[in-house]
């Protein structure tokens, strides 16, 4: 019995030319976006590996052309909403679509979701990864060569394959807790956020330098990133931590379960006791009292992540490994002494 002779793909040219599939891609449809020097790069790989272009193939495909995957852990949060619609809409500017996939914070929904993708035809995937056993995802993605970019969390450590965007959430948690500082807070605890994310660790960081600093005795009462677990922790601080006189939140969701429970038991937020969030999703500003947040601007990051990979794909212009964006604090009642 023959071996049967495997052909080459599209996949084996772009590894052999050090570039991404997308700009075989390209330059198999003699796309004006790609550089001379890559284009003459990639045809003497194809040469070399004795590839040979199906265009009826191709052509069968090209419904495809231009969808984006993006990949988000949890769709439920108005935090990751707001991204992946920013983000969507950036991409349609750009005559591109997105194909938006939620996986629940389920890692086994991640990776089959992110090979469905691929097995479409997605150019580039966009991903908000699950925590836990996420290797699968990553895999599939490293065989299939399309340009692939980490963002809000940091899941895989092999950012030179995969780049990581975030906000500098570590520099929001110092922001914040200064402010509570200013006005006047003697006793702040961090309330929310589950321990071994990085994600909570690097807020919890920025709050525990202020207060190292300041040589202050941190509280820390992590737990679920909701609603309901903030309400819960206003009746708890008030039972088990009477002398916690403001709070800095892992996110807005906490905070504004706090604000809800502190309201049920009759703590006035404002003047006595502080809250503050993070993320500075849209109802910040529309709760009561207003909250104040870490504002991450999560629709410019959006757009600014649209830009990012689109230069990837069209122009072969790599992310850099891992990028931080700036963030401000947005101060409203919640943590104005003066209310």
Known sequence: MHDVVRRPTIIDVAKKAGVSKSTVSLVLQNSPLVRAETRSHVREAMAELGYVYNRAAANLRSSN???IGLVINDLRNPFFTQFATSLQMALSARGYAAVIANTDEDPT??????EAMIEHGVSAVIISSTYGENGGAFEALGR???PAMQVLRKTNAHVETFPFAGPDYLEGG???TAHLLEQGAKHIAFVGGLQGR????ERMEGYLSVL???ELEPVVLTGRSSRSFGREMARRLEKEHPEVDAVLCFNDQVALGLLSGCAEIGR???RTFRIVGFDDIEEAAESWPPLTSVRCDIAGFGQSIAGTVLDWLENDKMPAPETRTPVTLMVRD???RDS
């Open 65 to 67: 052309a231009g969808l």
């Open 109 to 114: 929904l991640q990776a089959q979701v992110v």
């Open 144 to 146: 299939a060569g399309i």
């Open 174 to 176: 110092r922001l914040a």
């Open 198 to 201: 990085d994600v909570t660790r």
């Open 212 to 214: 190292q600093e300041s």
């Open 268 to 270: 006035r937020v404002g």
């Open 334 to 336: 919640s943590s104005n």
